[in-house]
């Protein structure tokens, strides 16, 4: 439970997590949204020992992870192997999973404790294909291309993490010809990145988040 906390203060029906996700654009089926809630519950308790979100309500867990991450899921259908960068709590990568189960997806995350709650949430959330990797980037880039372990990655996907000059083209060392790369980036955020890191994606117009002033997610198209 977390800290301070009654139970009735951070538990969510399934009907306050539809009526939540609802501005976002997001529809979840029932067996999804019950994934969704399994995967809430434990990110809020183990968020009570360890510091996973700095987000402590399971209404605000919804809309701020949660809804963020599954608007890209009402733009963009997502198939073959996503590779989730700086993984983290899960955002966007295992949120995007429940949207897309057919999808196979890579988690970074060079933290062993993060990486124990992750493998939690796969295992109580029944997904398949998930792959649970304690590489940072550069080091996943070494060893599956330069290694000559390289396989075909049609998309990428990064939310807070930063550094995006050496973040964007290592991505796009990852990825197929015309694989897409999104961030979650605040306005100002992507001019910036559009501007200090030309040539290795061709950028899109970037998608606004509903209800989130200034915050977006931008896609970025790897060039030939």
């Not at 899921?73 to 960068?85: F, M, N, P, Q, V």
């Amino acid at each position: 439970m977390t800290r301070g906390l009654q139970w009735s203060e951070w538990m969510v029906t399934e009907k306050r997590a539809v009526e939540l996700l609802a501005p976002f654009g997001v529809r979840l089926c029932s067996e999804q949204i019950g994934q969704l809630l399994a995967y809430l519950e434990l990110l809020l308790k183990w968020n009570s020992k360890m510091n996973l979100t700095a987000v402590r309500s399971g209404e605000e867990c919804v809309t701020r992870h949660f809804g963020e991450s599954l608007f890209l899921a009402t733009k963009r259908e997502l198939s073959g192997w996503l590779l989730d960068i700086g993984s983290g709590a899960g955002f966007p990568g295992l949120a995007l999973k429940i949207a897309f189960p057919k999808l196979a997806a890579v988690l970074l995350e060079p933290v062993g404790k993060k990486r124990a709650f992750l493998k939690e949430v796969v295992r109580t959330c029944g997904m398949e294909s998930v792959e649970i990797r304690p590489e940072r980037l550069v080091e996943f880039v070494g060893q599956c291309v330069e290694g000559g372990g390289h396989r075909v990655l049609d998309a990428a996907t990064s939310r807070a993490v930063g550094k995006f000059e050496d973040l964007i083209p290592q991505a796009g060392r990852c990825l197929k010809p015309h694989g897409n790369l999104y961030l979650w980036l605040s306005h100002e955020q992507g001019k910036a990145v559009v501007g200090t890191c030309p040539g290795t994606f061709e950028w899109v117009e970037a998608m606004p988040i509903p209800g989130v002033e200034g915050h977006e997610i931008w896609c970025g198209s790897r060039r030939v």
